[in-house]
């Protein structure tokens, strides 16, 4: 089961398309609207498994999507107007540099007919679109994008693994099974500027120590290059198996002025979204809790179309404490691409700066089937049938014993009405 995951997997996909780009570009309010979801299966499988002598075991996870279309409110074949990431997040990055050079990226901007909105359809901006201003970029500011041919914003995620992990077996210390000894061969990760920020912390996110308490949780996720730590919201039930459920707590996002210890994820701006720019090649790429949940107001005022709702946009899991397995989970992140007029580049308009959320993903899973019938018999139903015994067990006794005292104290009477006896 841990090898080949039995637990089916879903990611959906939900995008904002901007539905005034004229107007974006003289500078009004972007007005977005949620298309979707977009529904894939995920299957996971590890390869590459190696035992260490030091109770540690590495593997390498892949994940496969496949599109299901019954489960999907659209297809892969659809067009959406969205900014053109790609030329937009050049713009920002190429914000500092001389005149010229942005002169030189704008004439060839106009030559190549790009502009600062594309109406592309949902698989080309996710699995990728050749694009001729990926080598015009690469020819003007060598580095700038380290990649060629295609791009995609989920181009690097199907068919591939999500690093080298090794992790702890729990052979000798079982407090520490799961936990993440190296990623990638590194103790700790170096995208950041505080060495709190910089550690990998807790688990791969699979699976964490047995016994757990009711406090928190940690992993390390390598698509947010940082460890998070969840916390303990409430307990419960799922298909009537105990479960604690963990959250992401409102510091989770926080800007370093609202929450000191984030201080090393910045540069920052408003609370609620994370730049992640340093570790997804310097573009200006933020995360966040879909729809801005969580976030500083000004984000969610600064667009029209976002609709912030716990019920909808909050991640959660719900993991058994004894065993330290997730049973129920939906892990949920946004992109969001800053957008804003750079001089020079004739392309960005009067464009105001903002965050514009890109789209929304939640990864989602439960145990169910047999694996969850193998879960409540052996981790419900028998432990509670073991504890009705002994009750019964306990009440077949009481007879038993009464039987004996009063068959004792007929003795002890008996001795005593003889003469001369002493006890």
Not at 169 to 186: A, E, P, Q
Not at 194 to 213: D, L, R, V
Request: hydrophobic fraction near 40%; charged fraction near 15%.
């Amino acid at each position: 089961m841990w090898k080949d995951i039995p637990v089916p997997f879903y990611m959906a996909v939900h995008f904002f398309e901007v539905l005034n780009p004229k107007e974006v570009l003289q500078g009004a309010k972007p007005v977005l609207s949620q298309r979707g979801p977009y529904v894939y299966r995920s299957f996971r499988y590890k390869t590459n498994i190696t035992f260490h002598d030091n109770d540690t075991v590495s593997f390498l996870e892949y994940r496969k999507l496949f599109f299901q279309p019954d489960l999907s409110n659209g297809t892969e074949d659809e067009y959406i107007i969205v900014p053109n990431i790609l030329m937009m997040g050049a713009a920002v990055m190429m914000e500092n540099l001389p005149n010229f050079v942005k002169l030189l990226l704008s004439g060839a901007l106009a030559g190549l007919k790009q502009e600062a909105f594309m109406n592309r359809t949902v698989g080309e901006i996710m699995w990728g679109y050749e694009d001729p201003l990926i080598d015009t970029i690469n020819m003007l500011v060598p580095g700038l994008i380290p990649f060629k041919g295609k791009f995609g914003l989920f181009i690097e995620l199907n068919n591939s693994n999500s690093g080298l992990f090794t992790v702890n077996t729990g052979m000798k210390n079982i407090s520490r099974v799961h936990m993440v000894d190296s990623w990638n061969g590194l103790k700790k990760v170096n995208y950041w500027r505080s060495s709190e920020c910089n550690m990998i912390n807790g688990t791969a996110g699979e699976m964490w120590p047995p016994f757990m308490s009711p406090t928190s949780l940690e992993f390390y996720s390598p698509d947010a290059c940082r460890s998070m730590t969840l916390v303990y919201e409430r307990s419960g039930k799922f298909e009537g198996v105990p479960t604690y459920r963990f959250v992401a707590p409102k510091t989770l996002f926080a800007n370093g002025t609202d929450y000191p210890p984030n201080e090393g994820f910045c540069p920052c701006m408003q609370s609620g979204i994370q730049n992640v720019s340093t570790c997804r090649l310097n573009a200006p790429i933020f995360i966040s809790h879909p729809h801005f949940y969580n976030a500083d107001p000004a984000l969610v005022n600064a667009v029209e179309g976002l609709h912030p709702s716990k019920d909808q946009h909050a991640l959660f899991l719900d993991v058994h404490p004894m065993t330290g397995i997730p049973m129920n989970c939906s892990i949920k992140l946004q992109l969001n691409l800053y957008i804003k007029q750079v001089s020079g580049i004739i392309q960005t308009g009067k464009i105001k700066p903002v965050v514009l959320p890109l789209l929304w993903f939640a990864e989602s899973g439960s145990i169910e089937g047999s694996v969850l019938k193998q879960f409540y018999t052996n981790l419900v139903l028998i432990p509670s049938l073991l504890d009705y015994l002994q009750y019964i067990f306990l009440g077949l006794s009481v007879p038993l014993i009464i039987s004996a005292a009063e068959t004792l104290a007929d003795a002890m009477s008996n001795v005593l009405m003889v003469p001369g006896a002493s006890i």
